[in-house]
């Protein structure tokens, strides 16, 4: 008896679960119900939101190739994932000419023009390379080796300059003329928020950091007036957000609704994207878009409803984000978000005037899923690249 009662639970499990993956439907479109038509200047206190859009994150994206259910292009579905690197590419950054990476297989350093041909940047060779930071224009980047070296490299004179070993997390301003980074040294009294030329030089110390290092951001804005962000604690629940710019100035602070708060400016600095937890998002990372110009910024703050992080999304324009949405977090993932790496993401068009979310794809691919970070899209918006934060690989899915 207890055999066929098992025989018969395994049955309707196996259907359940056949239901689930080929059957069951993604709603492609999430309206927030607490936004306003229009833009931001619309939003006001009452629009302000913690509530996680459950919708978003808790429809898997069964990764089963069905070869007549997969789109070439984006339509809200199963898309078709296009591999791009073998090998691990490293510093994704946009520059006018077209996305450029270092190739860590190749030791080289890319880029993939707007008619979407890879050539190389120079014949030079950068062996180990561990980061790279991007001047907007892309003709410089600061590259950093396991050993500490780091350097300023010009790929259009293809010069070098070497920068002291004690700076680190390094941001350039618009023109490509500045770096603000931090200087780390040998106990906290001598740590530092700097600025300097982009070759090192005429260094100014900004703030002094101490052991709040970890929680200041070198994220310069697109009008160059804020250097960086740094984040103090007001209660368990809230945070303080200090914009820091480059001659003291006294800009107005900020309060989060919550811990973990990293951002992102859009390309014109029209507004912020960025992300904290709370209780009330079961201490899940939610994307929040608030004002981006100094004299507005912090002014009105919206919750976007979706769970995620700044780093796994991309302005399109001033008015709408591409961003990876996991499936399927955890509790408490806001707290340790390395644990995103583990599920697998979908991707959304996110419409800053009205806060309508839209089901851009669900990724298909020879890696099964896929956990994305480095987003960018092409100079003509028709193309989405990525890193799979699993295989290193550089990605691209077809937006039209």
Same mark, same amino acid.
């Given at each position: 008896m207890?055999?066929?009662?098992?025989?018969?639970?395994?049955?309707?499990v196996?259907?359940?679960?056949?239901?689930?993956?080929?059957?069951?439907?993604?709603?492609?479109?999430?309206?927030?119900?607490?936004?306003?038509?229009?833009?931001?200047?619309?939003a006001?206190?009452?629009?302000?939101?913690?509530?996680?859009?459950?919708?978003?994150?808790?429809?898997?994206?069964?990764?089963?190739?069905?070869?007549?259910?997969v789109?070439?292009?984006?339509?809200?579905?199963?898309?078709?994932?296009?591999?791009?690197?073998d090998?691990?590419?490293?510093?994704?950054?946009?520059?006018?000419?077209?996305?450029?990476?270092?190739d860590?297989?190749?030791?080289?350093?890319?880029?993939?023009?707007e008619?979407?041909?890879?050539?190389?940047?120079?014949?030079?060779?950068?062996?180990?390379?561990?980061?790279?930071?991007?001047s907007?224009?892309?003709?410089?980047?600061?590259?950093?080796?396991?050993?500490?070296?780091?350097?300023?490299?010009?790929f259009?004179?293809?010069k070098q300059?070497?920068?002291?070993?004690?700076?680190?997390?390094?941001?350039?301003?618009?023109?490509?003329?500045?770096?603000?980074?931090?200087?780390?040294?040998?106990?906290?009294?001598?740590?530092?928020?700097?600025?300097?030329?982009?070759?090192?030089?005429?260094?100014?110390?900004?703030?002094?950091l101490?052991?709040?290092?970890?929680s200041?951001?070198?994220?310069?804005?697109?009008?160059?007036?804020?250097a960086a962000?740094?984040?103090?604690?007001?209660?368990?629940?809230?945070?303080?957000?200090?914009?820091?710019?480059?001659n003291?100035?006294?800009?107005?602070?900020?309060?989060?609704?919550?811990?973990? *708060?990293?951002?992102?400016?859009?390309?014109?600095?029209?507004?912020?994207?960025?992300?904290?937890y709370?209780?009330n998002?079961?201490?899940?990372p939610?994307?929040?878009?608030?004002?981006?110009?100094?004299?507005?910024?912090?002014?009105?703050?919206?919750?976007?409803?979706?769970t995620?992080?700044?780093?796994?999304?991309?302005?399109?324009?001033?008015?709408?984000?591409?961003?990876?949405?996991p499936?399927?977090?955890?509790?408490?993932?806001?707290?340790?978000?390395?644990?995103?790496?583990?599920?697998?993401d979908?991707?959304?068009?996110?419409?800053?005037?009205?806060?309508i979310?839209?089901?851009?794809?669900?990724?298909v691919?020879?890696?099964?899923s896929y956990s994305?970070?480095?987003? *960018?899209?092409?100079?003509?918006?028709?193309?989405?690249?990525?890193?799979?934060?699993?295989?290193?690989?550089?990605?691209?899915?077809?937006?039209?």
């Amino acid at each position: 008896m207890l055999i066929v009662l098992g025989f018969i639970l395994l049955v309707l499990v196996l259907g359940f679960a056949l239901y689930w993956v080929f059957f069951r439907t993604a709603p492609t479109t999430v309206t927030n119900e607490n936004f306003q038509p229009g833009n931001l200047t619309n939003a006001g206190p009452g629009n302000v939101s913690t509530i996680t859009n459950t919708n978003l994150n808790t429809v898997l994206p069964w990764q089963q190739y069905i070869k007549d259910k997969v789109s070439p292009v984006a339509n809200g579905g199963l898309t078709e994932v296009n591999k791009l690197t073998d090998s691990t590419a490293l510093g994704l950054g946009s520059a006018p000419q077209g996305l450029q990476y270092y190739d860590a297989d190749k030791q080289q350093f890319f880029r993939i023009d707007e008619n979407g041909q890879v050539v190389v940047l120079t014949d030079k060779k950068f062996y180990q390379v561990k980061d790279v930071t991007w001047s907007n224009l892309g003709d410089k980047a600061i590259i950093e080796y396991p050993d500490g070296v780091k350097i300023l490299y010009n790929f259009k004179t293809n010069k070098q300059v070497t920068l002291p070993t004690e700076l680190q997390n390094f941001s350039f301003n618009t023109a490509g003329s500045q770096i603000v980074a931090q200087w780390i040294g040998d106990n906290p009294d001598n740590n530092w928020l700097v600025t300097a030329n982009e070759d090192g030089s005429g260094m100014r110390l900004l703030e002094a950091l101490g052991d709040k290092a970890y929680s200041t951001q070198m994220i310069f804005s697109p009008d160059s007036q804020v250097a960086a962000l740094h984040t103090k604690y007001i209660d368990g629940e809230r945070q303080e957000v200090y914009p820091i710019g480059l001659n003291g100035e006294n800009f107005k602070a900020f309060e989060v609704a919550g811990g973990g *708060f990293t951002a992102k400016w859009s390309p014109q600095g029209n507004s912020m994207l960025y992300s904290v937890y709370n209780k009330n998002s079961d201490y899940m990372p939610t994307l929040w878009i608030t004002k981006g110009r100094t004299n507005e910024l912090g002014d009105i703050k919206v919750s976007l409803n979706v769970t995620t992080w700044p780093d796994k999304c991309t302005f399109a324009d001033e008015t709408s984000v591409l961003c990876a949405v996991p499936q399927g977090l955890p509790r408490g993932a806001g707290i340790y978000p390395e644990i995103a790496n583990q599920y697998p993401d979908v991707f959304y068009r996110i419409d800053l005037n009205n806060g309508i979310k839209t089901l851009l794809a669900s990724p298909v691919g020879e890696s099964g899923s896929y956990s994305a970070h480095n987003l *960018f899209t092409s100079a003509d918006g028709s193309i989405l690249y990525f890193t799979d934060i699993n295989t290193g690989r550089l990605q691209s899915i077809k937006l039209k």
